[in-house]
């Protein structure tokens, strides 16, 4: 039976880097690859689990990488890819990162040993320090979905998360809240960034003060927004509305306020961005500034396929879809405020 050293010896290249070429488990050459591929047709090696993506040069597998599959809108997100792949002919291996750029690259590594045909990938940075140590992983074509890495050439759907940040923070204005605070994301996030941005714009727009006691940590995790406005709020001078960048992070700043005995709306006014499956059975039905996650998620799938169809090369386009408020019943408005103004 032929072994990876007989593989190495008919390409003419070292085991280690017959192995790296077959399980793409690191950065090989393309004049490589096809030696090795050549060499592993030729003798007839059956390497584990990639006997038949060698030999018909694809597997029908596409990757998808999330920040965390728990979180109820990127489970509609990888509930869309399967469907589309399914129909397309096409397997779906889901990975979450758990927020973890470390665990991220450790997938994609994993990814190239499937021999993935494509991936979708929302990632943990954006920055271009980011984008240097993961560019090397991916060798497929590739879809960023709601947001971008600096550097890295790949088409991206994405909302317009400055607009998301701006209409929740106006409808809080509009209400006569003055003193909003807001649940911010992480460094290196643009998608955190730019709703922060849209929070600034509102405030900026009307002659209003950005008090650094009003960014409360939040991380776009329930558990560190939880406690981020459960401490704010036993401070003096509390918020009179609190703008949630994320659903997670509004789920922890409702289960702070209800913690602390306080009740939403009539005490404090909550709004976030992206909507909620459930929203109807929460109390208060949530006010939200929701994305057409369906839409997008079928838009990046739909990008994804035509580019494995097409095989041609990335343009590093962005596809943007624009945000919608729906109103519902966790905003009121704030009298006193009004009154003040």
Do not use: W
């Not at 291996?93 to 979708?120: K, N, P």
């Not at 090369?313 to 704030?334: D, H, M, N, W, Y």
């Amino acid at each position: 039976m032929a072994t990876i050293k007989d593989v190495a010896k008919r390409a003419g290249v070292a085991i280690s880097t017959a192995s790296a070429a077959i399980n793409r488990s690191a950065p090989v050459s393309d004049e490589v690859i096809a030696k090795v591929e050549a060499a592993v047709r030729d003798i007839g090696y059956v390497p584990h689990g990639g006997a038949r993506s060698l030999r018909m040069g694809h597997s029908r597998l596409i990757g998808l990488i999330l920040p965390d599959i728990t979180n109820p809108h990127f489970a509609r997100v990888a509930k869309v890819v399967e469907s589309a792949c399914l129909n397309a002919g096409y397997m779906v291996a889901v990975y979450s990162t758990g927020e973890d750029h470390a665990r991220e690259q450790q997938i994609l590594t994993m990814m190239r040993m499937q021999r993935v045909d494509g991936l979708i990938i929302i990632p943990t940075r954006s920055d271009a320090k980011h984008g240097a140590r993961i560019v090397d992983q991916i060798h497929v074509p590739t879809i960023l979905l709601d947001s971008f890495v600096e550097g890295l050439p790949y088409d991206v759907v994405k909302l317009d998360n400055i607009a998301a940040g701006r209409i929740a923070t106006e409808h809080l204005i509009e209400l006569g809240h003055r003193r909003i605070a807001v649940t911010i994301g992480r460094d290196n996030i643009v998608t955190g960034e730019h709703r922060l941005e849209g929070y600034r714009q509102a405030l900026a727009a009307r002659g209003l003060p950005i008090e650094q006691d009003l960014l409360l940590p939040g991380r776009f995790d329930q558990s560190v927004a939880h406690d981020g406005v459960f401490a704010r709020m036993k401070q003096p001078d509390p918020p009179t509305a609190i703008f949630a960048l994320s659903n997670m992070m509004m789920l922890g700043t409702l289960n702070a306020l209800h913690e602390l005995g306080l009740s939403v709306p009539e005490d404090v006014s909550v709004i976030s961005i992206d909507d909620f499956d459930f929203a109807n059975i929460m109390n208060p039905p949530p006010t939200v500034v929701a994305a057409p996650v369906l839409e997008m998620a079928q838009t990046a799938i739909s990008a994804l396929l035509d580019e494995l169809a097409s095989k041609r090369l990335p343009s590093g386009s962005q596809t943007v879809f624009e945000p919608r408020l729906i109103v519902r019943k966790s905003c009121a408005p704030c009298f006193t405020a009004a009154m003040v103004d």
